[in-house]
């Protein structure tokens, strides 16, 4: 677990999105542009996005998730490569599902590659579970993703 002082906040649009767009870049086969971020953030109204920052970096993590109703869906959630493996995804994850839980939701869904292996402890250990496979759902390389679900 991390010794750093954090802190979590909504992201700041013209503050965060260049760094956010970077980690994403750093952090995934298929990222989004930076565009795709600038119209998630800005114009969809169910869009909740979250940054972690520590005194060092102004933006270490990001998540990125709709609050439909009564069900969180996690959409992206990424750290900073050199800060990997401190506890910094947890912190993060766990903000965002007791966020979202005082807001009414019931359950959060996210889909997650096969192969990530570090995800999937992250989320087994945070308590997500298999509820379904998406067979092909990612391109590049082609993979199935597990949906994962737990209850808030």
């Given at each position: 677990m991390?010794?750093?002082?954090?802190?979590?906040?909504?992201?700041?649009?013209?503050?965060?999105l260049d760094?956010?767009?970077?980690?994403a870049?750093?952090?995934f086969?298929?990222?989004?542009?930076r565009?795709?971020?600038?119209?998630?953030?800005?114009?969809?109204p169910?869009?909740?996005?979250?940054?972690?920052?520590?005194?060092e970096?102004?933006?270490?993590?990001?998540?990125?998730?709709?609050?439909?109703?009564?069900?969180?869906?996690?959409?992206?959630?990424?750290?900073?490569?050199e800060?990997?493996?401190?506890?910094?995804?947890?912190?993060?994850?766990?903000h965002?599902?007791?966020?979202?839980?005082?807001?009414?939701a019931?359950?959060?869904?996210?889909?997650?590659?096969r192969?990530?292996?570090a995800?999937?402890?992250?989320?087994?250990?945070?308590?997500?579970?298999?509820?379904?496979?998406?067979a092909?759902?990612?391109?590049?390389?082609?993979?199935?993703?597990l949906?994962l679900?737990?209850?808030?």
């Amino acid at each position: 677990m991390t010794d750093m002082t954090v802190q979590i906040e909504p992201v700041s649009l013209d503050r965060d999105l260049d760094a956010i767009a970077a980690i994403a870049r750093e952090s995934f086969p298929n990222p989004w542009s930076r565009d795709m971020f600038a119209q998630e953030l800005s114009q969809q109204p169910l869009t909740r996005s979250y940054v972690l920052r520590t005194h060092e970096y102004p933006v270490a993590a990001f998540c990125t998730c709709w609050l439909v109703i009564d069900e969180l869906h996690i959409n992206t959630i990424a750290v900073r490569p050199e800060l990997r493996r401190r506890g910094l995804a947890r912190l993060l994850l766990d903000h965002v599902l007791r966020d979202a839980a005082s807001r009414g939701a019931a359950r959060a869904l996210l889909e997650v590659r096969r192969s990530n292996a570090a995800a999937l402890r992250l989320y087994e250990n945070m308590g997500f579970s298999t509820e379904s496979v998406r067979a092909g759902y990612y391109p590049n390389p082609p993979e199935d993703a597990l949906v994962l679900v737990r209850t808030l």
